[in-house]
C-alpha cells in the first residue's frame, strides 16, 4: 500500500511533442505528490509538486494532473525540448513522513 | 541555495573493506536521508534521521548503518563492503516538503 507505481520506464518523444508519465498510489492517506527531475551526474530535484485539493497544476511547460478518485496523477511536458531529457521521478508522502518513490521514467527527446 | 555535499563524487572499494560515506547540509534542515539508486529500482531509502543521534531504518537497511552525531552531517557506513552494494548513493535533507539532495557518490565494490 506505500508503493507509487510509475510508467513508462522510459520514452523517446520528438522535440516539440508532449511526453506523459503517469502514476498510481493505493495509500488515500497520501497528500503530497511531487515530481523530481534528475539529470546525468547529478541528484534529483525538485521539479513540481500537488496537493490533493487540486485536480491541475501548471509551472511552465510543466502540468501535473491529478486525479483523485482513481489515485492517479500524471506529468505532461508541453512542447518539450532536448534539455528536457532527464529521468523522472513520481513521488507521494503524508505529513511529514518519508517520501515514496516510483521507480523512474527516463525521457529523451529528440531534436 | 540550499547546498548538499558529499565526501565523494566516485569511490573504488575493495570487498570486505569498511566504507564511510559522508553527507553535509547547509541550511541546518532537521531531516536527512541515504538513498541508493539502481537502473530499474529507483530510488530505494536505506537509512533516514529527523534528529540528532536519530536514526530509522528504511527499506534496505540492511549491511548498513548511520550516525548523525550533529544536525548538519550524517554519515552512512558500509560495515563490510559486498559487490552487491555497488550503486549509486544519494543523500537529501529536508525541513518540510521538499527533499534537497546532493550530487551522489558511486561506489564500485571490486
Known amino acids: 500500500q506505500q508503493q507509487v507505481k510509475q510508467s513508462p520506464q522510459s520514452l523517446i518523444v520528438q522535440k516539440g511533442g508532449i511526453p506523459i508519465i503517469n502514476c498510481a498510489y493505493e495509500?488515500?492517506?497520501?497528500?503530497?505528490f511531487p515530481w523530481y527531475q534528475q539529470f546525468p551526474g547529478k541528484g534529483p530535484a525538485l521539479l513540481i509538486a500537488?496537493?490533493?485539493?487540486?485536480s491541475e497544476k501548471k509551472e511552465g511547460r510543466f502540468t501535473i494532473s491529478f486525479n483523485k478518485s482513481a489515485k492517479q496523477f500524471s506529468l505532461h511536458i508541453m512542447d518539450s525540448q532536448p534539455g528536457d531529457s532527464a529521468t523522472y521521478f513520481c513521488?507521494?508522502?503524508?505529513?511529514?513522513?518519508?517520501?515514496?518513490f516510483g521507480k523512474g521514467t527516463r525521457l529523451h527527446i529528440l531534436p | 541555495d540550499v547546498k548538499v555535499t558529499q565526501s565523494s563524487r566516485y569511490l573504488v572499494k575493495r570487498t570486505g573493506e569498511k566504507v564511510f560515506l559522508e553527507c553535509v547540509q547547509d541550511?541546518?534542515?532537521?531531516?536527512m536521508f541515504w538513498y541508493r539508486q539502481d537502473p530499474g529500482l529507483g530510488l530505494r531509502l536505506i537509512y533516514f534521521?529527523?534528529?540528532?543521534?536519530?536514526?530509522e531504518k528504511g527499506d534496505i537497511p540492511e549491511g548498513y548503518s548511520v550516525s548523525r552525531e550533529k544536525k548538519e552531517r550524517f554519515s552512512l557506513i558500509l560495515e563490510s563492503a559486498s559487490t552487491n552494494q555497488t550503486s549509486m548513493y544519494l543523500c537529501?535533507?529536508?525541513?518540510?516538503?521538499?527533499?534537497?539532495f546532493g550530487p551522489g557518490t558511486r561506489l564500485t565494490v571490486t
Open positions: 537529501a535533507s529536508s525541513s518540510l516538503d521538499e527533499q534537497y
Open positions: 495509500n488515500t492517506a497520501f497528500d503530497y
Open positions: 500537488i496537493r490533493p485539493d487540486v
Open positions: 513521488a507521494a508522502s503524508k505529513g511529514d513522513d518519508k517520501i515514496i
Open positions: 541550511m541546518d534542515h532537521e531531516n
Open positions: 534521521s529527523y534528529d540528532v543521534k536519530m536514526k
